[in-house]
Protein backbone atom coordinates (compact mmCIF):
# COMPACT_ATOMS: atom_id res chain seq x y z
CA UNK A 1 0.00 0.00 0.00
CA UNK A 2 1.17 3.33 -1.11
CA UNK A 3 1.85 5.85 2.17
CA UNK A 4 -0.24 8.84 2.64
CA UNK A 5 0.74 12.26 1.09
CA UNK A 6 1.35 15.26 3.84
CA UNK A 7 0.65 18.88 3.18
CA UNK A 8 1.25 20.21 -0.58
CA UNK A 9 2.55 23.46 -1.55
CA UNK A 10 2.50 24.96 -5.36
CA UNK A 11 5.40 25.13 -7.35
CA UNK A 12 6.63 28.17 -9.16
CA UNK A 13 5.24 28.67 -12.43
CA UNK A 14 7.50 26.82 -15.17
CA UNK A 15 9.27 25.05 -12.10
CA UNK A 16 10.85 21.96 -13.47
CA UNK A 17 12.10 18.24 -12.46
CA UNK A 18 13.98 17.08 -14.94
CA UNK A 19 14.68 13.52 -14.43
CA UNK A 20 17.84 12.10 -16.50
CA UNK A 21 20.23 9.01 -17.57
CA UNK A 22 22.39 9.03 -20.05
CA UNK A 23 22.47 5.33 -19.52
CA UNK A 24 19.03 4.00 -18.64
CA UNK A 25 15.16 4.18 -19.53
CA UNK A 26 13.67 6.32 -17.19
CA UNK A 27 9.93 6.41 -18.20
CA UNK A 28 8.37 4.44 -15.19
CA UNK A 29 9.92 6.66 -12.79
CA UNK A 30 9.42 9.96 -14.39
CA UNK A 31 5.41 8.94 -14.20
CA UNK A 32 5.42 8.06 -10.34
CA UNK A 33 7.68 11.09 -9.88
CA UNK A 34 4.85 13.14 -11.47
CA UNK A 35 1.95 11.38 -9.41
CA UNK A 36 4.25 12.22 -5.98
CA UNK A 37 4.27 15.63 -7.42
CA UNK A 38 0.95 16.41 -8.25
CA UNK A 39 0.43 15.67 -4.48
CA UNK A 40 3.27 17.09 -3.10
CA UNK A 41 3.99 20.20 -5.15
CA UNK A 42 1.07 20.84 -7.35
CA UNK A 43 2.61 22.52 -10.56
CA UNK A 44 5.91 21.03 -10.76
CA UNK A 45 6.45 19.49 -14.13
CA UNK A 46 8.37 16.24 -14.24
CA UNK A 47 10.40 16.18 -17.56
CA UNK A 48 12.59 13.12 -19.25
CA UNK A 49 15.65 14.13 -20.63
CA UNK A 50 15.75 14.74 -23.38
CA UNK A 51 12.23 16.10 -23.69
CA UNK A 52 12.47 19.69 -24.61
CA UNK A 53 12.12 21.67 -21.30
CA UNK A 54 13.63 25.28 -20.69
CA UNK A 55 16.59 25.40 -18.71
CA UNK A 56 15.75 27.92 -16.91
CA UNK A 57 12.75 26.21 -15.02
CA UNK A 58 14.71 23.37 -14.21
CA UNK A 59 14.80 23.69 -10.24
CA UNK A 60 15.95 20.30 -10.16
CA UNK A 61 17.73 16.94 -11.58
CA UNK A 62 17.15 13.23 -10.80
CA UNK A 63 19.74 11.57 -12.53
CA UNK A 64 21.86 8.46 -12.88
CA UNK A 65 24.74 9.17 -15.08
CA UNK A 66 23.31 12.68 -16.22
CA UNK A 67 24.66 13.45 -19.61
CA UNK A 68 27.53 15.22 -20.05
CA UNK A 69 27.38 19.06 -19.90
CA UNK A 70 23.70 19.42 -19.09
CA UNK A 71 24.64 20.01 -15.60
CA UNK A 72 25.96 22.73 -15.85
CA UNK A 73 23.16 24.24 -18.16
CA UNK A 74 20.72 24.85 -15.63
CA UNK A 75 21.01 28.32 -14.10
CA UNK A 76 18.43 28.08 -11.33
CA UNK A 77 19.08 24.25 -10.12
CA UNK A 78 18.78 24.15 -6.64
CA UNK A 79 18.93 20.18 -6.28
CA UNK A 80 20.85 17.23 -7.35
CA UNK A 81 19.42 14.16 -7.07
CA UNK A 82 21.35 10.95 -7.49
CA UNK A 83 17.89 7.97 -8.32
CA UNK A 84 20.34 5.46 -5.96
CA UNK A 85 22.33 4.66 -3.27
CA UNK A 86 25.50 5.75 -4.72
CA UNK A 87 26.23 9.12 -5.90
CA UNK A 88 29.86 8.95 -7.53
CA UNK A 89 28.13 8.59 -11.17
CA UNK A 90 27.20 12.84 -10.00
CA UNK A 91 30.41 13.56 -7.70
CA UNK A 92 33.14 12.96 -10.39
CA UNK A 93 31.38 15.12 -12.96
CA UNK A 94 33.44 17.85 -14.17
CA UNK A 95 30.35 19.81 -15.12
CA UNK A 96 29.21 19.56 -11.35
CA UNK A 97 27.73 23.20 -10.68
CA UNK A 98 29.33 24.45 -7.10
CA UNK A 99 27.17 25.25 -4.13
CA UNK A 100 24.36 22.65 -5.53
CA UNK A 101 23.07 20.57 -2.84
CA UNK A 102 23.94 16.53 -4.02
CA UNK A 103 21.51 13.89 -2.69
CA UNK A 104 20.91 9.92 -2.91
CA UNK A 105 18.53 7.39 -1.54
CA UNK A 106 18.72 6.05 1.54
CA UNK A 107 16.38 3.16 1.97
CA UNK A 108 16.17 0.83 4.86
CA UNK A 109 14.09 -1.93 2.41
CA UNK A 110 16.91 -1.49 -0.19
CA UNK A 111 19.01 -2.25 2.57
CA UNK A 112 17.41 -4.97 3.32
CA UNK A 113 17.66 -6.49 0.12
CA UNK A 114 21.33 -6.04 -0.42
CA UNK A 115 21.83 -7.93 2.72
CA UNK A 116 19.56 -10.43 1.67
CA UNK A 117 21.95 -10.68 -1.46
CA UNK A 118 25.05 -10.64 1.14
CA UNK A 119 23.60 -13.33 2.99
CA UNK A 120 22.76 -15.41 0.01
CA UNK A 121 26.45 -15.29 -0.93
CA UNK A 122 28.04 -16.43 2.27
CA UNK A 123 25.32 -19.39 2.36
CA UNK A 124 26.15 -20.39 -1.38
CA UNK A 125 29.91 -20.58 -0.39
CA UNK A 126 29.74 -21.62 3.13
CA UNK A 127 27.20 -24.53 2.21
CA UNK A 128 29.33 -25.30 -1.07
CA UNK A 129 26.71 -24.58 -3.49
CA UNK A 130 29.33 -23.77 -6.40
CA UNK A 131 31.20 -27.23 -5.28
CA UNK A 132 27.64 -28.76 -5.81
CA UNK A 133 26.88 -27.38 -8.95
CA UNK A 134 30.59 -29.02 -9.85
CA UNK A 135 29.87 -32.29 -8.87
CA UNK A 136 26.66 -32.15 -10.37
CA UNK A 137 27.71 -31.76 -13.63
CA UNK A 138 29.87 -34.68 -13.30
CA UNK A 139 26.92 -36.42 -12.10
CA UNK A 140 28.71 -36.89 -9.05
CA UNK A 141 26.90 -37.49 -5.50
CA UNK A 142 29.54 -36.74 -2.90
CA UNK A 143 28.27 -35.52 0.25
CA UNK A 144 29.98 -32.59 2.07
CA UNK A 145 31.40 -32.37 5.37
CA UNK A 146 29.23 -30.06 7.05
CA UNK A 147 30.40 -27.01 9.93
CA UNK A 148 28.03 -24.46 11.72
CA UNK A 149 27.74 -21.35 10.21
CA UNK A 150 29.98 -19.94 13.14
CA UNK A 151 32.91 -21.19 11.91
CA UNK A 152 32.44 -19.17 8.62
CA UNK A 153 34.15 -16.04 8.93
CA UNK A 154 32.18 -13.17 7.10
CA UNK A 155 33.72 -9.50 6.63
CA UNK A 156 31.93 -6.55 5.68
CA UNK A 157 33.37 -3.30 3.89
CA UNK A 158 31.26 -0.17 4.68
CA UNK A 159 29.46 0.01 7.55
CA UNK A 160 27.03 2.00 5.96
CA UNK A 161 23.17 1.75 5.43
CA UNK A 162 23.97 -1.48 3.79
CA UNK A 163 26.79 -2.95 5.25
CA UNK A 164 24.76 -2.51 8.92
CA UNK A 165 22.33 -4.29 7.21
CA UNK A 166 24.27 -7.03 5.78
CA UNK A 167 26.72 -7.50 9.03
CA UNK A 168 22.90 -7.73 11.20
CA UNK A 169 21.31 -10.35 8.84
CA UNK A 170 24.82 -12.47 8.63
CA UNK A 171 25.23 -12.28 12.47
CA UNK A 172 21.36 -13.09 13.13
CA UNK A 173 22.41 -16.47 10.25
CA UNK A 174 25.14 -17.42 12.81
CA UNK A 175 27.40 -16.33 11.10
CA UNK A 176 30.91 -14.89 12.60
CA UNK A 177 30.94 -11.49 11.62
CA UNK A 178 33.52 -8.78 11.36
CA UNK A 179 33.22 -4.88 9.64
CA UNK A 180 35.44 -2.33 8.21
CA UNK A 181 34.83 1.59 8.38
CA UNK A 182 36.27 4.55 7.81
CA UNK A 183 35.64 5.50 11.23
CA UNK A 184 35.28 3.55 14.64
CA UNK A 185 31.73 1.44 14.95
CA UNK A 186 30.14 -0.37 17.88
CA UNK A 187 27.68 -2.85 16.41
CA UNK A 188 26.88 -5.86 18.96
CA UNK A 189 27.81 -8.69 17.86
CA UNK A 190 29.95 -7.83 15.14
CA UNK A 191 33.76 -7.18 15.35
CA UNK A 192 34.66 -4.09 13.80
CA UNK A 193 37.63 -2.18 12.83
CA UNK A 194 38.27 0.78 11.16
CA UNK A 195 41.07 3.01 9.00
CA UNK A 196 43.61 1.85 6.43
CA UNK A 197 45.97 0.63 8.41
CA UNK A 198 43.67 -2.38 9.97
CA UNK A 199 42.64 -3.55 6.55
CA UNK A 200 44.93 -6.52 6.35
CA UNK A 201 44.51 -7.43 10.22
CA UNK A 202 40.50 -7.55 8.92
CA UNK A 203 41.05 -9.42 5.53
CA UNK A 204 43.37 -12.16 7.13
CA UNK A 205 40.91 -14.73 9.06
CA UNK A 206 38.34 -14.39 6.74
CA UNK A 207 36.01 -16.87 3.98
CA UNK A 208 34.33 -14.37 2.81
CA UNK A 209 34.75 -10.48 2.02
CA UNK A 210 31.86 -8.19 0.98
CA UNK A 211 32.44 -4.96 -0.47
CA UNK A 212 30.04 -2.68 -0.24
CA UNK A 213 31.91 0.46 -0.45
CA UNK A 214 31.21 3.62 -1.82
CA UNK A 215 33.30 4.61 -4.87
CA UNK A 216 35.61 7.70 -3.82
CA UNK A 217 38.97 8.12 -4.67
CA UNK A 218 40.35 6.01 -1.14
CA UNK A 219 38.33 3.09 -2.12
CA UNK A 220 39.05 3.11 -5.98
CA UNK A 221 41.12 0.04 -6.57
CA UNK A 222 40.99 -1.21 -3.35
CA UNK A 223 40.44 -4.48 -4.31
CA UNK A 224 44.01 -5.28 -5.78
CA UNK A 225 46.70 -8.15 -5.85
CA UNK A 226 47.65 -6.77 -2.14
CA UNK A 227 44.47 -7.16 -1.02
CA UNK A 228 43.27 -10.34 -2.38
CA UNK A 229 47.08 -11.91 -1.36
CA UNK A 230 46.41 -10.94 2.38
CA UNK A 231 42.85 -13.19 2.46
CA UNK A 232 42.98 -16.52 3.81
CA UNK A 233 43.80 -19.23 0.65
CA UNK A 234 40.68 -19.92 -0.26
CA UNK A 235 38.56 -17.30 0.71
CA UNK A 236 36.28 -15.99 -1.37
CA UNK A 237 34.88 -12.29 -2.44
CA UNK A 238 32.11 -10.61 -3.02
CA UNK A 239 31.44 -7.06 -4.63
CA UNK A 240 28.25 -5.16 -4.79
CA UNK A 241 30.01 -1.33 -4.59
CA UNK A 242 31.40 -0.74 -7.70
CA UNK A 243 33.09 -2.55 -10.65
CA UNK A 244 36.29 -0.02 -9.68
CA UNK A 245 37.14 -0.66 -6.63
CA UNK A 246 38.22 -3.81 -8.32
CA UNK A 247 41.38 -4.24 -10.42
CA UNK A 248 40.30 -7.10 -12.44
CA UNK A 249 43.07 -8.34 -13.54
CA UNK A 250 44.10 -9.21 -10.08
CA UNK A 251 40.89 -10.61 -9.21
CA UNK A 252 41.38 -13.25 -12.23
CA UNK A 253 44.81 -13.84 -10.95
CA UNK A 254 43.92 -14.60 -7.39
CA UNK A 255 41.10 -17.17 -9.22
CA UNK A 256 43.33 -18.85 -10.91
CA UNK A 257 46.24 -19.47 -8.56
CA UNK A 258 43.54 -20.61 -6.10
CA UNK A 259 44.20 -18.10 -3.82
CA UNK A 260 40.44 -17.21 -4.59
CA UNK A 261 38.10 -19.89 -4.27
CA UNK A 262 35.30 -18.01 -6.06
CA UNK A 263 33.78 -14.23 -6.54
CA UNK A 264 30.54 -13.29 -6.85
CA UNK A 265 30.42 -9.53 -9.13
CA UNK A 266 27.12 -7.80 -8.78
CA UNK A 267 29.17 -4.18 -10.27
CA UNK A 268 31.43 -3.35 -13.12
CA UNK A 269 33.50 -0.42 -14.44
CA UNK A 270 31.20 -0.45 -17.78
CA UNK A 271 27.54 -1.41 -17.44
CA UNK A 272 26.19 -3.27 -18.69
CA UNK A 273 28.51 -5.84 -19.21
CA UNK A 274 29.11 -6.62 -22.66
CA UNK A 275 28.33 -10.02 -24.22
CA UNK A 276 31.50 -10.97 -25.47
CA UNK A 277 33.26 -10.17 -21.84
CA UNK A 278 35.13 -13.44 -20.55
CA UNK A 279 33.81 -13.12 -17.04
CA UNK A 280 30.88 -14.04 -18.13
CA UNK A 281 32.01 -17.92 -18.70
CA UNK A 282 34.87 -18.01 -15.59
CA UNK A 283 34.21 -20.49 -14.25
CA UNK A 284 35.21 -19.27 -10.47
CA UNK A 285 32.29 -16.40 -10.93
CA UNK A 286 28.85 -15.68 -10.29
CA UNK A 287 27.84 -12.75 -12.41
CA UNK A 288 24.81 -10.46 -11.75
CA UNK A 289 23.44 -7.50 -13.66
CA UNK A 290 23.30 -4.52 -10.58
CA UNK A 291 20.67 -6.26 -9.17
CA UNK A 292 21.84 -6.77 -5.46
CA UNK A 293 19.64 -4.35 -4.38
CA UNK A 294 17.27 -1.59 -5.70
CA UNK A 295 14.87 0.96 -4.09
CA UNK A 296 11.27 1.74 -5.91
CA UNK A 297 10.24 4.19 -7.65
CA UNK A 298 7.73 4.87 -4.95
CA UNK A 299 10.48 5.18 -2.97
CA UNK A 300 13.05 7.21 -5.10
CA UNK A 301 9.90 9.72 -5.93
CA UNK A 302 8.97 10.81 -2.82
CA UNK A 303 12.61 11.25 -1.32
CA UNK A 304 13.11 13.34 -4.73
CA UNK A 305 9.90 15.49 -4.68
CA UNK A 306 10.45 16.05 -0.60
CA UNK A 307 13.84 17.29 -1.10
CA UNK A 308 12.27 19.64 -3.67
CA UNK A 309 9.80 20.92 -1.77
CA UNK A 310 12.44 21.54 1.29
CA UNK A 311 15.28 23.01 -0.82
CA UNK A 312 12.36 25.19 -2.23
CA UNK A 313 11.70 26.17 1.35
CA UNK A 314 14.72 26.80 1.79
CA UNK A 315 15.62 23.94 4.21
CA UNK A 316 18.87 21.30 3.49
CA UNK A 317 17.96 18.28 1.56
CA UNK A 318 17.75 15.25 2.67
CA UNK A 319 20.59 12.03 2.63
CA UNK A 320 22.86 15.19 1.59
CA UNK A 321 26.07 13.69 -0.06
CA UNK A 322 29.31 15.10 1.56
CA UNK A 323 31.28 16.41 -1.69
CA UNK A 324 34.69 16.74 0.44
CA UNK A 325 34.65 12.71 1.81
CA UNK A 326 32.91 12.03 -1.92
CA UNK A 327 30.21 10.13 -0.28
P1 LIG B 1 26.94 4.83 3.15
O1 LIG B 1 27.48 6.13 2.72
O2 LIG B 1 25.78 4.77 4.08
O3 LIG B 1 28.12 3.98 3.84
C1 LIG B 1 29.40 3.94 3.32
C2 LIG B 1 30.28 3.14 4.27
O4 LIG B 1 31.57 2.98 3.66
C3 LIG B 1 30.50 3.83 5.60
O5 LIG B 1 30.51 2.89 6.65
C4 LIG B 1 31.88 4.45 5.44
O6 LIG B 1 32.62 4.59 6.64
C5 LIG B 1 32.56 3.40 4.58
N1 LIG B 1 33.71 3.97 3.89
C6 LIG B 1 33.74 5.00 3.00
N2 LIG B 1 35.00 5.26 2.61
C7 LIG B 1 35.79 4.37 3.27
C8 LIG B 1 37.19 4.13 3.30
N3 LIG B 1 38.04 4.87 2.57
N4 LIG B 1 37.65 3.15 4.10
C9 LIG B 1 36.81 2.41 4.85
N5 LIG B 1 35.46 2.59 4.87
C10 LIG B 1 34.97 3.56 4.08
O7 LIG B 1 26.63 4.01 1.83
P2 LIG B 1 25.56 2.83 1.62
O8 LIG B 1 25.80 1.80 2.65
O9 LIG B 1 24.19 3.37 1.47
O10 LIG B 1 26.00 2.31 0.16
C11 LIG B 1 27.31 1.89 -0.09
C12 LIG B 1 27.51 1.63 -1.56
O11 LIG B 1 26.85 0.45 -1.96
C13 LIG B 1 26.94 2.69 -2.51
O12 LIG B 1 27.79 3.82 -2.59
C14 LIG B 1 26.88 1.92 -3.82
O13 LIG B 1 28.13 2.02 -4.48
C15 LIG B 1 26.66 0.48 -3.36
N6 LIG B 1 25.30 0.02 -3.68
C16 LIG B 1 25.15 -0.98 -4.60
C17 LIG B 1 23.92 -1.48 -4.90
C18 LIG B 1 23.78 -2.62 -5.84
O14 LIG B 1 22.65 -2.99 -6.18
N7 LIG B 1 24.87 -3.23 -6.28
C19 LIG B 1 22.71 -0.95 -4.26
C20 LIG B 1 22.97 0.08 -3.29
C21 LIG B 1 24.22 0.54 -3.02
P3 LIG B 1 32.10 5.54 7.84
O15 LIG B 1 30.85 4.84 8.38
O16 LIG B 1 33.21 5.50 8.79
O17 LIG B 1 31.79 6.88 7.22
C1 LIG C 1 23.22 1.89 -6.45
C2 LIG C 1 21.79 1.62 -6.38
O1 LIG C 1 23.68 2.95 -6.00
O2 LIG C 1 21.34 0.67 -7.08
O3 LIG C 1 23.94 1.03 -6.97
O4 LIG C 1 21.06 2.31 -5.66
New binding site residues.
Partial sequence: MKAPFGPSVCAPVGATLLVCSAVDPLHALRDEMQRVATHLMPGLQVCLWPESFLPEDVVAVAAWHPPPGLLSTLPNLRLIASI???SEHLLRRTDLPQGVPITRI?DPE?ARG?AQYVLWCALHYHRGFDRMREQQAKGNWLMPAQTGAAAFQVGVM??????QAAALMLRDAGFQVSG????E?HIAGVHCL?GDASLTRFLAPLDMVAC?????P??QGLCNARFFASLKPGATFVN???GEHVVMPDLLAALDSGQLRGAVL??FEHEPLSADSPLWSHPGLVITP?????ASDEVIARQIVENVVRTGDGLAPEHGVDRERA?
Fill in positions: GAGVQMGLGGMGWSRNKALLPLTATTGRDVHMASSY
